[in-house]
T-cell receptor
């Protein structure tokens, strides 16, 4: 079973920031938080991951709370092409498998 | 483009048949993973290979098997197919000790 909880759906206006929350209250000390997204039946796409520090790359920012029990993925300027299912997953670097939950369906509106 | 390739893109077959799905990982990636995505079960991990050896097993049926060859490509064999096996099958690869996985475009299997 997935060890994360995400809202089933969210909306965002194009050009605005999309903030996607994730709860992972049972995360262990050596587990990372990963974010992937899947655009309409395409293969899931890796977005970002982090351990306890905030992370940023060309796609998004990841904010992890100090107690590591929750995190937020931020898409700074959402576009229509960001409409997708976003998955928050916890695991270790050598863990192997990814356990996908239901994810959050993000819909970006014009 | 993730660098992971999968063939075929679509496969239509009948119940009771056997099919083989093929995956070529990104150059240099030693790990290959197989996932199944069906409408009612979501994305589920099936099996992982690392440098030719089975590393982890998930919800993979006994009718399904996989292998990874010396050139690191992998094949997923599905036999005695049932209607419920209709799904998208994804392959992913990753570096030896890295968390992020890179997914291929998938094979859509339809069992009639």
């Amino acid at each position: 079973d997935a060890k994360t909880t995400q809202p089933p759906s969210m909306d965002c206006a194009e050009g605005r920031a999309a903030n996607l929350p994730c709860n992972h209250s049972t995360i262990s000390g050596n587990e990372y938080v990963y974010w992937y997204r899947q655009i309409h039946s395409q293969g899931p796409q890796y977005i970002i991951h982090g351990l306890k520090n905030n992370e940023t790359n060309e796609m998004a920012s990841l904010i992890i709370t100090e107690d590591r029990k929750s995190s937020t993925l931020i898409l700074p300027h959402a576009t229509l092409r960001d409409t997708a299912v976003y998955y928050c997953i916890t695991g270790g670097t050598s863990y192997g498998k990814l356990t996908f939950g239901q994810g959050t369906i993000l819909t970006v509106h014009p | 483009d993730s660098g992971v390739t999968q063939t075929p893109k679509h496969l239509i077959t009948a119940t009771g048949q056997r099919v083989t799905l093929r995956c070529s990982p990104r150059s240099g990636d030693l790990s290959v993973y197989w996932y199944q995505q069906s409408l009612d079960q979501g994305l589920q991990f099936l099996i992982q290979y690392y440098n030719g050896e089975e590393r982890a097993k998930g919800n993979i049926l006994e009718r399904f098997s996989a292998q990874q060859f010396p050139d690191l490509h992998s094949e997923l064999n599905l036999s005695s197919l049932e209607l419920g096996d209709s799904a998208l099958y994804f392959c992913a690869s990753s570096e030896p000790v890295a968390g992020e996985q890179f997914f291929g475009p998938g094979t859509r299997l339809t069992v009639l």
